[in-house]
């Protein structure tokens, strides 16, 4: 007897581009095809059995659902949308419904703010906001030079050119209305977003030399 088959008689291979697309990808072809043997079992008892040891392996391919609440609920919900709702078995848990699945989501409104200057964003504005309603004082002054200082980070972060002092104070006192002013001889935090050659650092000769070929 011999096992050997001319290269004719093999099936052609199939891949998987041009099967069936999965719906749970992350459960493989395989359990599908579990699954759709089930569905084909004419007695529900044995279908029940089937779904059973389907979920153990459903659970031992994905050991990461075991930290998630109710893992054993999830499964048979997977099972189910596999299955696309045609596997008649008895489920320890609400069957879940198909139009709800299939329904979608609302789409989100995204809030439109009006702002004057874009660069600096809404929060900001929600500090400036804050400070315009502060009463005068030594804590307030110390709030909007803050506020002064993140106004020119967030300049420099958008325009990495230098900024001088007085646009930030200008542009303070726009987006205020003229209420927060800061004194024009005040010096705001210099901040340097250059970056830095690697020569610059103090590890770089260190590690350069290091390198060098010993002969």
Known sequence: MTFTKRYEEYEPMAYNSQL?????????????????????????ETRNKMALAIIDIMGQLNPQLRDV????????DNLFIIS??????????????????????????????????????????????????????????????IIANM???SYLAWNRDSVTDDVIFEQLTSMSNGELKLDPNKKLNFIDFRLK???????????????????
């Open 84 to 145: 696309e709702f045609k596997l008649d078995v008895d489920s320890p848990y609400p069957i879940p419904n198909a139009a709800i699945l299939e329904t979608k989501p609302e789409r989100v409104q995204y809030p439109s703010y009006n702002i004057k200057y874009r660069h600096y964003g809404k929060t900001i504005e929600n500090l400036i906001a804050k400070a315009r309603a502060m009463e005068e004082s030594e804590g307030k002054t110390i709030f909007v030079e």
């Open 197 to 215: 050659r690697p020569e610059t650092s103090p590890n770089f000769k260190k590690n350069n030399k290091n390198k060098k070929k010993r002969f």
């Open 20 to 44: 069936r697309p999965i719906s749970q990808p992350e459960f493989g072809r395989n359990i599908q095809r579990m699954i759709e043997k089930a569905i084909e079992e004419p007695s529900r």
């Open 69 to 76: 609440a109710d893992f054993k609920h999830k499964l048979w």
């Open 151 to 153: 106004m020119k980070r």
